[in-house]
């Protein structure tokens, strides 16, 4: 698995975490490690854009700062 360092937009509070989270363990083959207001840390088998993607998707635009 790689490890992705991702810069999360629009995460403000406890609630937001959660659903960051969620989203980044709903994805086969994707494992958050690491999520806190303003970034998060996640192994995945996916292709950074289906990450981001997904986080988009959810209403956190992403971007990696780290990783594959």
Do not use: F, W
């Amino acid at each position: 698995m790689a490890k992705l360092t991702l810069e999360i937009e629009k995460m403000s509070c406890g609630g937001c975490v959660r659903s960051v989270m969620k989203t980044l363990n709903a994805l086969d083959g994707t494992r958050a490690t690491e999520v806190h207001i303003g970034g998060a840390e996640a192994e995945t088998n996916l292709p950074s854009q289906q990450v981001i993607d997904a986080l988009t998707t959810a209403g956190y635009p992403t971007r990696v700062v780290a990783g594959a």
